[in-house]
């Protein structure tokens, strides 16, 4: 799921939709049946976000030591 999911989000979406779930948290909008799933979903945000940022932090270095 998480492969398919990186395809086709992009990491503006995902982090957004991160700070969603981490708002709903704080203001103890999740029943604990919603937390549990919400938490799972926040893991695989998180790393989709990181690994993304990965990924462009790698591509600009390829790109910068190139240029030098």
């Known amino acids: 799921m998480i492969s398919d999911m ?3 989000m992009k990491y503006e979406a995902a982090f957004a939709e991160l700070q969603s ?17 919400q938490l799972k979903r926040a ?3 998180i790393k989709l976000c990181r690994d993304k940022l990965t990924k462009t932090d790698e591509e ?3 790109i910068l030591a190139g240029e030098a």
């Not at 779930?21 to 549990?36: A, G, P």
């Open 43 to 45: 893991q695989q945000l």
């Open 6 to 8: 990186k395809q086709e």
């Open 21 to 37: 779930i981490v708002q709903r948290m704080e203001n103890d909008e999740l029943d604990i049946d919603e937390l549990t799933t």
């Open 60 to 62: 600009i270095k390829k």
